[in-house]
T-cell receptor, first 115, second 114 residues
Framework: AQSVTQLDSHVSVSEGTPVLLRCNYS??????LFWYVQHPNKGLQLLLK??????LVKGINGFEAEFKKSETSFHLTKPSAHMSDAAEYLC?????????????FGSGTRLSIRP | NAGVTQTPKFQVLKTGQSMTLQCAQD?????MYWYRQDPGMGLRLIYY???????DKGEVPNGYNVSRLNKREFSLRLESAAPSQTSVYFC?????????????FGEGSRLTVL
């Protein structure tokens, strides 16, 4: 079985401070893990993905995430928040088995940036 | 660079009316998906299609029908709309020939059922 839990529904940080969005997963199979970003009234855009290569994954806009199998985590970080980072962030786990893919979305974390 | 295109972007229906959401992708992807997004519930899969001519139910299929017209197009139909179907609907596609699970999304269709 697969599941994904985003530990915070809302995170608020000041501009220029670090961002940490937490995601824990469970999967019976070797998973791929993704972070997507959704700006208001827009579709979802891929930020970064882990697909069993390097455990530290760098994405767009200065974001990165580290796959920690022992902790079953895939937290998203950014050293310095920018106002344009305000958006909804979705953590996704995916696994391929029985000739089909199973994709599970987290419930999302809304990131707010204070001036 | 069209990617995944959904129409319409906005729609208001009365209870009992029917409508079809259209989706087309130009990336030659085999798999296509319809999701709905509701506050606090994340994205939930309605139907998906692993290839042309095949469709399968997802997590919340009741009240919907789909049609994979060809490799490019995947439509979602509401036969008799209900207020519970007020949501934002997203179409997505993926390239399973090089499987990574990455999804490519349209910009969404915002549906209100009165």
């Amino acid at each position: 079985a697969q599941s994904v839990t985003q530990l915070d529904s809302h995170v608020s940080v000041s501009e220029g401070t670090p961002v940490l969005l937490r995601c824990n997963y469970s999967s019976s199979y070797s998973p791929s893990l993704f972070w997507y970003v959704q700006h208001p009234n827009k579709g979802l855009q891929l930020l970064l993905k882990y697909t069993s290569a390097a455990t530290l994954v760098k994405g767009i806009n200065g974001f990165e995430a580290e796959f920690k199998k022992s902790e079953t985590s895939f937290h998203l970080t950014k050293p310095s928040a920018h106002m344009s980072d305000a958006a909804e962030y979705l953590c996704v786990v995916s696994a391929w088995y029985s000739s089909a893919s199973k994709i599970i979305f987290g419930s999302g974390t809304r990131l707010s940036i204070r001036p | 660079n069209a990617g995944v295109t959904q129409t319409p972007k906005f729609q208001v229906l009365k209870t009992g009316q029917s409508m079809t959401l259209q989706c087309a992708q130009d990336m030659n992807h085999n798999s296509m998906y319809w999701y709905r997004q509701d506050p606090g519930m994340g994205l939930r899969l309605i139907y998906y299609s692993a290839s042309e001519g095949t469709t399968d139910k997802g997590e919340v299929p009741n009240g919907y029908n789909v049609s994979r017209l060809n490799k490019r197009e995947f439509s979602l139909r509401l036969e008799s709309a209900a207020p519970s179907q007020t949501s934002v609907y997203f179409c997505a596609s993926s390239d399973d020939s090089a499987y990574t699970g990455e999804l490519f999304f349209g910009e969404g269709s915002r549906l209100t059922v009165l």
